[in-house]
């Protein structure tokens, strides 16, 4: 049976997931756009999204928190790579400082979202977490804040033999806090971020762990404290010192992404000659820190102060390269015949990706499909009106676009209000060519192609991955550029529509 939500009333934004993008919003919101009514709901029963989920040994963040963290609230902790502990502290000060955690709904999972053209609004269905019963909510804007990966499902492939391996298998995503591995053999499946931080919180207490992959990632170490960050505060306000530190870091991230673009090898042979001066001599570098890739094809690693290098220089972490054939009652038999003694395997395989939270949204009653959609400014999608999704950047911190994000949704608002608008909506010109949505080549990525949106071969259809033009597009931009379409309902208003507001002109979804 599907009720009404308590809070029957039209609400200006609903907001999807109580996240850092969600909580986010819902600040900036307040602050640009007081007296707007809106809501937060949120399937998990706590906020933080990411940083609430994920548990397992020596979870910290793969960016610095000075870009990771708001534009809005310093940073004040003194890691600049923080543990995920410390991350979910901060967003939840955020939260409370501003008042925000009284508009969260928890154990609200939304499931579909229907687009009314004559109401001019959205009716949400949310099921509760608590007994299975489904609530509708109407609201004028949907804003999805839910990630871009499937909090009940990772990437887990299935090894051959893995049946009769006597010890445990577990995902990161899913880590169960009583398995205790100190003293333990651990192997951990995977190279990339989640691995090079497990390895060596592990490595601190297990007998030895052991890194599996079947191809390398590059891997850069970056204090975990940031000292020019720390003199500016002590020379600045605090504001001035951590808007200073946020803009050094950007900057630095930029050019050296560009630097990657243009010299590929000659970055490549840097990094790869970093990671050799952390390991020492005789270490194969070639075979274990040396990627068949260009450096930012897919993400870099971040190792805080070189700890995965230190434990592997110290012989109580090592790597090793190749496939797995089996599993065995206690270990696993590589494609090269040698054998990884483990009592314990973590398979630190990969996400899986979704799109809009898996909601399924339709206009009118037609469904709406993001892989057959074009994404417009990476935060709207085409013939799908009043409509906003935060996603964030590859190749820098999430929260730089989320940020942008929810200014915009600010902006929008306002000019709405200013003109009379209701409707807001992309329509593509039919000469603007589909591109993937990501130019990456990470594995989540590509097995996501049937999943993510396209993206367009020229503005404002472009996803940038700079924050730069962003700003300059997002924030600075024209709100009217011809491309977002603006309008009334298409009829008499229902309770979704005061008849005082109707004027203007008219969308046709």
Aim: a positive charge; aromatic letters at 10%.
């Amino acid at each position: 049976m599907t009720v009404a939500a308590p809070e029957d009333t039209l609400l200006d934004v609903l907001i999807v997931g109580a996240g850092l993008s969600g909580i986010g919003a819902a600040r900036q919101l307040q602050q640009r756009c007081p007296g707007k009514r809106y809501a937060i709901l949120e399937a998990r029963q706590a906020m933080g999204g990411t940083w609430d989920l994920f548990r397992y040994p020596g979870i910290r963040s793969d960016s610095d928190m000075y870009t990771l963290g708001y534009r809005f609230k310093p940073w004040k902790g003194a890691k600049a790579i923080a543990d995920g502990p410390s991350i979910l502290s901060y967003i939840r000060e955020t939260a409370d400082e501003a008042g925000i955690t009284r508009h969260i709904r928890f154990g609200h999972k939304v499931v579909s979202a229907a687009w009314h053209s004559h109401e001019a609004c959205w009716t949400v269905t949310a099921e509760r977490a608590e007994d299975g019963s489904r609530q509708q909510w109407r609201a004028r804007l949907l804003y999805v804040c839910a990630g871009y990966y499937r909090y009940a499902e990772g990437h887990r492939p299935a090894f051959p033999g893995e049946e009769t391996f006597r010890g445990r298998i577990v995902h990161p995503q899913f880590w169960d806090a009583s398995l205790d591995y100190a003293g333990k053999r651990v192997v951990v499946i995977g190279s990339g971020a989640t691995a090079v931080t497990m390895v060596p919180a592990m490595a601190a207490t297990a007998a030895h762990v052991t890194m599996l992959q079947r191809s390398p990632s590059y891997v850069v170490t970056r204090p975990g404290e940031d000292a020019i960050a720390a003199r500016l505060r002590r020379l600045l306000p605090e504001n001035m010192a951590y808007a200073a530190t946020r803009w050094k870091n950007v900057l630095l991230g930029m050019f050296f992404f560009q630097l990657a673009r243009r010299r590929p090898e000659r970055v490549s042979e840097r990094m790869v000659g970093m990671a050799a001066g952390q390991l020492g001599p005789g270490f194969d570098v070639g075979k274990h820190f040396t990627p068949h890739y260009k450096p930012w094809d897919q993400r870099v690693c971040l190792v805080p102060d070189g700890d995965l290098f230190r434990e592997i220089r110290d012989g109580r972490a090592s790597v090793v390269t190749d496939t797995i054939e089996r599993f065995t009652e206690d270990g696993i038999v590589l494609a090269s015949g040698q054998t990884l003694p483990a009592d314990i395997i973590v398979t630190a395989t990969g996400l899986r990706l979704n799109m809009l939270g898996d909601i399924a949204v339709s206009v009118d009653g037609q469904a709406r499909v993001p892989a057959e959609l074009m994404a417009y400014k990476g935060m709207m999608l085409n013939d799908v009106p009043n409509l906003v999704l935060a996603f964030g950047y590859t190749n820098a911190s999430w929260t730089l676009k989320a940020d942008l994000t929810a200014e915009y949704v600010c902006r929008l608002l306002r000019y709405m209000d200013r003109h009379g608008h209701r409707v807001a909506m992309p329509r593509r010109d039919p000469s603007v060519q589909p591109v993937p949505f990501l130019d990456f080549t990470s594995g989540y990525v590509q097995r996501a192609a049937g999943v993510l949106p396209r993206q367009g071969n020229r503005r404002p259809w472009r996803v940038y991955q700079n924050y730069i033009l962003d700003m300059l597009t997002i924030r600075h931009g024209r709100i009217a550029d011809g491309v977002l379409q603006f309008g009334m309902p298409r009829a008499a208003p229902t309770k979704c529509e005061a008849p005082a507001s109707l004027s203007g002109g008219e969308v046709q979804p």
